[in-house]
């Protein structure tokens, strides 16, 4: 009877200190602010001109979206961000914001996680809705509860399609929209593509990251391909 006793006894006392070892690390890597490693099969890479300095180094926008319709390419997740700082109406209140210019393989290729509602081309997406990130929903709303609310980007309303983490500690109010402004989109140059291939773990030196440069037009030697890791569970 003791021993019957005891096992259970030291088990749950095992379980104690793993929950609690648990906690110890989730809160050493929020206060040091340190990645946490996606679980996800794959491999993530970034594109980057060595100089930025001319336009002949950056990436189109319309070439990037181009790309991704080629067949070649559907098991990967290809993306970008062009950011812009722009003042967000919401509720009577104005909060300036860092507005990310992306499209719908943002989620996977830099690893988002959603705090409520849907990314892009996920449920009810349209070039009209808005993903916030959890600052400034709390910043102009007071909550996350808020799909289907409206906000005002550049003087047009967009309604609220999701309300997402912070990638990293701190990084301020952000919103994600894909079309910012559709008359320029074609003359929009970014200075990174950020690619997460579904099936293939290494393709720094592949010939479809070649293939992928002399689509888009640009020279293998002017441009870096690094791995990186996203900092959040998918």
């Avoid at 892009?120 to 289907?148: K, M, P, R, Y």
């Avoid at 990293?168 to 559709?182: C, F, H, P, R, V």
Wanted: aromatic share 10%.
């Amino acid at each position: 009877m003791r021993q019957s006793f005891w096992v259970p006894m030291k088990t749950n006392k095992v379980l104690v200190y793993l929950i609690l070892l648990g906690v110890s690390c989730l809160a050493i890597i929020y206060a040091y602010d340190l990645p946490i490693i996606s679980t996800q099969e794959g491999a993530y890479y970034e594109i980057k001109p060595i100089n930025t300095l001319l336009s002949q180094g950056t990436f189109e926008i319309s070439a990037i979206e181009k790309l991704r319709e080629d067949e070649a390419y559907s098991k990967m997740a290809i993306s970008y961000v062009y950011r812009e700082e722009i003042t967000i109406e919401g509720m009577g209140k104005k909060k300036k914001a860092t507005v990310i210019q992306t499209n719908s393989d943002y989620k996977v290729a830099y690893g988002l996680i959603m705090q409520a509602g849907n990314f892009f081309n996920e449920s009810g997406g349209s070039s009209e809705s808005v993903v916030l990130n959890e600052t400034l929903a709390f910043e102009l709303f007071g909550s996350d509860n808020i799909i289907g609310e409206e906000v005002k980007v550049n003087g047009k309303n967009f309604k609220v399609l999701g309300v997402a983490k912070e990638i990293q500690k701190n990084e301020g109010a952000s919103l994600y929209i894909q079309d910012l402004e559709d008359e320029v989109e074609k003359s929009v140059y970014v200075e990174e593509i950020r690619i997460y291939s579904y099936t293939e773990q290494n393709l720094l030196n592949h010939e479809k990251m070649q293939r992928i440069l002399q689509s888009l037009n640009k020279e293998k030697e002017a441009y870096e391909i690094i791995e990186v890791k996203p900092r959040y569970f998918i």
